[in-house]
């Protein structure tokens, strides 16, 4: 039980476009949704929290502008990178909790961006 | 917000008994303490969590004493695959008031 999905696995892009990641939450509902980033060596950075049916809300230094997220339902949010540069090159991970235990955070496999 | 503090990492040989002691001392009366395992390119991956007390499951031991600003993790009898990074993480069941440490990297020797 407890399964995060993420889509794609990894992405290469070129600079400029846009790029989607899926994070689906397999077997249980999740209110809430995270977004992670991390670079090599380095720890999970909190991008942002998204709630079902409701605007998600950023972290300190995030630009809503360019990361986009959408939580339409409660199993799938959406993070759109837009216009992307070399620099958003990254790991990024999802994690959502269940609605029926909400203490736990439970973790996709994460997507790796490459932009060019 | 939860901040918490590990050593940044720990050597080990296969077959010892490994325990890595996270600190949180501003745990408010809500966290939960939840330790994750990560490998290399992939997400966290869940290990045990705890309120107080002792919990234990087919995997780890976790140890949470009386006044909870810490938690020990102990991992039995190591293998070569447990060499991972290790989080724990001090959470609430809602808002957003926790944030990563930079983990604990465990190297488990032949």
């Known amino acids: 039980g407890a399964v995060v999905s993420q889509h794609p696995s990894r992405v290469i892009c070129k600079s400029g476009t846009s790029v989607k990641i899926e994070c689906r939450s397999l077997?249980?509902?999740?209110?809430?949704m995270f977004w992670y980033r991390q670079f090599p060596k380095q720890s999970l950075m909190l991008m942002a929290t998204s709630n079902e049916g409701s605007k998600a809300t950023y972290e300190q230094g995030v630009e809503k502008d360019k990361f986009l997220i959408n939580h339409a339902s409660l199993t799938l949010s959406t993070l759109t990178v837009t216009s992307a540069h070399p620099e958003d090159s990254s790991f990024y991970i999802c994690s959502a909790r269940d609605r029926d235990n909400q203490e736990t955070q439970y973790f996709g496999p994460g997507t790796r961006l490459l932009v060019l | 917000l939860a901040k918490t503090t590990q050593p940044i990492s720990m050597d080990s040989y296969e077959g010892q008994e490994v325990n890595i002691t996270c600190s949180h001392n501003?745990?408010?009366?809500?966290?939960?303490i939840t330790w994750y395992q990560q490998f290399p390119s992939q997400g966290p991956r869940f290990i045990i969590q705890g309120y107080k007390t002792k919990v234990t499951n087919e995997v780890a031991s976790l140890f949470i004493p009386a006044d909870r600003k810490s938690s020990t993790l102990s991992l039995p009898r190591v293998s070569l695959s447990d060499t991972a990074v290790y989080y724990c993480l001090v959470d609430t069941n809602y808002g957003q008031n926790f944030v990563f440490g930079p983990g604990t990297r465990l190297s488990v020797l032949p």
């Open positions: 501003n745990i408010a009366t809500n966290d939960y």
């Open positions: 077997d249980f509902q999740a209110t809430t």
